[in-house]
């Protein structure tokens, strides 16, 4: 196995560990809400959504920290442990694109549980009845909003990590910037210096165009940051 | 036979001659002892050869292959320094199992005879062990590693005597029966000289010295006696250190001793005494203002 798939597979996996937390939670405060939901004032149980649009937010920030974490947490040790730069960067962008994967692919699993249990019993935990193309463009976005997500926090950390903190704080103006335009892009009402911009609903290929060439553009740029990144000590 | 070449190496930060123009070859089965004073560049020297940085200029080949970022020499160098352990909450087994993973040459058996050796908690967390326990925590790891090049950069802080002791004791060992190259950084020059095969000497980011131990030792004499007699002794001599007291007089010189002279200074009734690597380290090295401390 050539070593950026081993250190791939082991980022993937140590991430995962790390997802499951997400994913036990988030099933943990569905059904918490769904049981006990009607207790807080204004909630309806009944407009619970499918694990799908439920855990969108979360899982994006749950992918910024994981992208976050994956500079200080992971290049130091690996590089010491006689790994290069390249398989860390090789490793890290597949580990993550695996993440992206599963994370909608569980929770698809989920909601295919839930579609079951609506079906042939009386409960109904917020299963959204989608028609499969409607949940086939849920996860395509789901996919490449995390992804996004992902490699963002991995950039506000590489600047960081190579530059001072001040250089840090532009890394993080970047990212907030690239991330409200991919909330534009998909329906997000944003609201700069009190002027707000709405795209309002637009088609899948074009939203997803424009969140892949953020995604694509952060792959090249945090790999020319890191090719010859000095190692913190 | 593992060679590492470092030629007409530098490093530079902005304006700042951090490493100017380094050349020399290290050979497996070798200890070397890298010696500075606090600043002077071993740490940068260190990390370049551990590809923990690019070089500015310059090349560091291991066996003819550039090191930085190729994955054979990469997974060939060990790099133990003092790291920083307050937020490692993995336990010592944990992070060395994961240390292990990626170093080919890695011996578990060895580990687990140096863990016992230097009695680690294999269940605790490696950021509550003592510094001398981390300490104890990364020489394990780099000894045990089996890299043909192993650097360690003052890994005994917080270590006790006895603790030194084994550390010393296993690079003796190792290099008997698992030859490789090993480079130790220290302040402990007394300590450890015992353990160099070849002393490199940094100065302001130079090389002023790499020698085999036993020739630069030999180079440093003490020689004691009247006043006078002295003066016309050291002449044509590299001095390197004087001492005045009433009418005796002490000279450090730097260089062999002819036959002839010693003979002479035998004569003249004047003590010749060896000096150590510790006395040539610290004259060699000496600043201005070096005197008035």
Do not use: C
């Not at chain 2, 490692?88 to 058996?109: G, I, N, S």
């Not at chain 2, 062990?129 to 950069?153: E, Y």
């Not at chain 2, 070849?198 to 980011?205: I, S, T």
């Not at chain 2, 003979?263 to 003249?268: N, R, T, V």
């Amino acid at each position: 196995m050539s070593r950026h798939w081993e250190i791939a597979k082991d980022l993937y996996s140590e991430k995962l560990k790390w997802a499951l937390w997400l994913i036990i939670g988030s099933v943990i405060v569905k059904y918490g809400l769904y049981m006990f939901g009607d207790l807080i004032e204004g909630f309806d149980s009944t407009e619970l959504s499918g694990f799908i649009s439920f855990t969108s937010n979360p899982a994006r920030i749950f992918m910024l920290i994981v992208g976050l974490l994956s500079t200080y947490v992971f290049l130091t040790f690996l590089v010491q442990s006689g790994i290069t730069r390249r398989d860390y960067y090789y490793g890290t962008l597949m580990s993550a694109i695996g993440l992206s994967l599963t994370i909608p692919s569980i929770y698809l699993v989920l909601e295919a549980i839930e579609w079951v249990l609506y079906t042939f019993t009386p409960y109904n935990f917020g299963y959204t009845n989608l028609s499969s193309s409607a949940l086939l463009e849920e996860f395509v976005s789901y996919v490449l909003i995390i992804l996004f997500y992902f490699m963002v926090g991995w950039f506000i950390t590489i600047g960081f990590y190579r530059y001072n903190w001040i250089s840090g704080l532009l890394f993080i103006l970047i990212a907030v910037i690239s991330g409200m335009v991919i909330g534009a892009f998909w329906g997000d009402e944003i609201e700069i210096f009190g002027i707000s911009i709405n795209l309002g609903s637009l088609p899948l290929l074009l939203s997803s165009l424009v969140t892949i060439f953020f995604i694509i553009a952060l792959t090249v740029v945090n790999r020319l940051l890191t090719r010859d990144i000095k190692i913190k000590m | 036979m593992d060679m590492l070449e470092v030629r007409n190496v530098g490093l530079t930060y902005n304006d700042f001659v951090a490493i100017d123009d380094l050349t020399f070859t290290l050979e497996q089965g070798k200890t070397y002892g890298l010696l500075g004073r606090n600043g002077a560049g071993k740490t940068s020297i260190l990390s370049l050869i551990a590809a923990f940085q690019l070089q500015t200029k310059g090349t560091i080949k291991l066996n003819k292959a550039s090191v930085f970022e190729n994955p054979e020499s990469m997974q060939k160098i060990s790099f133990v320094y003092d790291q920083d352990y307050s937020e490692e909450t993995e336990k010592v087994k944990k992070l060395l199992e994961a240390t292990k993973k990626y170093r080919p040459y890695f011996d578990q058996e060895y580990a687990d005879y140096l863990i016992k050796k230097f009695k680690l908690p294999l269940n605790k967390p490696v950021k509550n062990l003592s510094k001398g326990m981390q300490s104890a925590f990364n020489v394990t790891v780099g000894l045990a590693s089996r890299s043909p090049i192993t650097i360690f950069d003052e890994s005994y802080l917080g270590m006790d005597v006895p603790t030194r002791e084994i550390f010393y004791e296993e690079i003796l060992k190792e290099q008997g029966e698992n030859p490789r190259i090993i480079i130790l950084s220290t302040h402990l020059v007394s300590e450890m000289d015992h353990l160099f095969d070849e002393v490199l000497v940094v100065h302001k980011g130079s090389l002023i010295v790499k020698e085999q131990y036993e020739d630069l030792i030999s180079k440093g004499v003490h020689i004691t006696g009247n006043e006078n007699s002295i003066n016309k002794f050291i002449q044509g001599y590299k001095v390197i250190h004087e001492q005045k007291l009433g009418g005796t007089k002490s000279a450090l010189i730097y260089g062999s001793l002819t036959e002839q002279d010693r003979e002479l200074a035998k004569k003249d009734g004047l003590q010749l005494n060896p000096a150590t690597l510790q006395e040539l380290f610290t004259h060699l090295t000496k600043e201005k203002g070096d005197e008035d401390e």
